[in-house]
């Protein structure tokens, strides 16, 4: 988990829709079958990773209530058992009798991220997109930087009066956060970008160290993955060259989540501005 946990939200008061039920842990479970109190309508999981879902099919397989979800094209880090009732599709009108909610596909943090938004008030259930208090890892090759940008940009058309992360607090200040949160991603990538133009060539260790020179070098390990997916998207719009060797050049994203939080670094090309 991050932080104290996972916020599971309780939505409604007649009936009540559940978003992001969190992890199977029996005491926790049974507190949030005592506050539905026998009227649970709907189980609303954001996204994968697990620490969000698992609680889902206990309350389901209690109450009857469907799960509402999408699955991952990636199998690391999520929660292999995850079966939702009911595949999410982006726009889609969530019609409770408790509240109406509209899926928003949000890709960036992983593929099958939805945020939920709670139209009467403008409250939406940012998951994992948004984190009270810091910034959310994308990691290679289910985290998409490019995606997660465009993502965030979305959600800035969207009325929202509210944001309630699944770690931390409410944000108040829904518009002025996203757009906190599109500047830091877009000084890191001019920061990067400009370590390349001024180096000509960097391998991945000496730019991770330069790129993240304000960030506690016992947090590189998990910077690194962020730095990843930066370099992957400039590649992508073809701004930089990755120099990888051959036989590492099959296995660099795997590693990025197969050795997270190992401390081992994911990366050992060189990367240089495309000329």
């Known amino acids: 988990m991050t932080g104290a946990g996972t916020n599971t939200y309780l939505v409604g008061c007649e009936s009540i ?9 029996a005491a926790h479970v049974d507190a949030l079958w005592q506050a539905v109190a026998g009227k649970l309508e709907a189980i609303l999981v954001t996204h994968t990773h697990h620490d969000h879902p698992p609680a ?3 309350l389901a397989a209690r109450s009857g209530a469907p799960v509402y979800g999408a699955l991952s094209s990636h199998t690391a880090w999520q929660d292999a058992s995850f ?9 889609q009108r969530l019609a409770f009798a408790a509240a109406k909610l509209r899926a928003l596909h949000t890709p ?3 593929d099958n991220h939805f945020c939920f938004l709670l139209e009467e008030s403008g409250l939406l259930f940012a998951g994992d997109h948004m984190m009270q208090g810091s910034t959310v890892v994308i990691a290679p090759p289910q985290g998409d930087m490019a995606a997660y940008i465009a993502s965030l940009r979305q959600l800035s058309s969207q009325p929202l009066q509210a944001i309630a992360p699944a770690h931390g607090e409410l944000m108040l ?3 002025q ?3 906190r949160l599109i500047a830091h991603r877009m000084r890191r990538e001019t920061k990067v970008y400009a370590a390349l133009v001024a180096a000509g060539s960097v391998a ?3 730019l991770l160290a330069q790129v993240y020179d304000d960030v506690d070098p016992h947090l590189h390990s998990i910077a690194q993955h962020s730095l990843l997916a930066h370099l992957l998207k400039l590649e992508k719009e073809s701004r930089v060259l990755r120099i990888t060797p051959a036989a590492q050049s099959s296995a660099l994203c795997s590693a990025s989540i197969a050795e997270a939080g190992t401390g081992a670094r994911i990366d050992n090309s ?3 501005v495309e000329r």
């Open 204 to 206: 991945f260790e000496a």
């Open 177 to 179: 956060e996203i757009e």
């Open 108 to 110: 960036g943090h992983v």
């Open 17 to 25: 829709v559940v978003v992001d039920p969190g992890p199977a842990i």
């Open 83 to 91: 079966a939702p009732d009911v595949e999410l599709v982006d726009g």
């Open 56 to 58: 889902a099919a206990l």
């Open 173 to 175: 200040e829904p518009v």
């Open 270 to 272: 060189r990367w240089q």
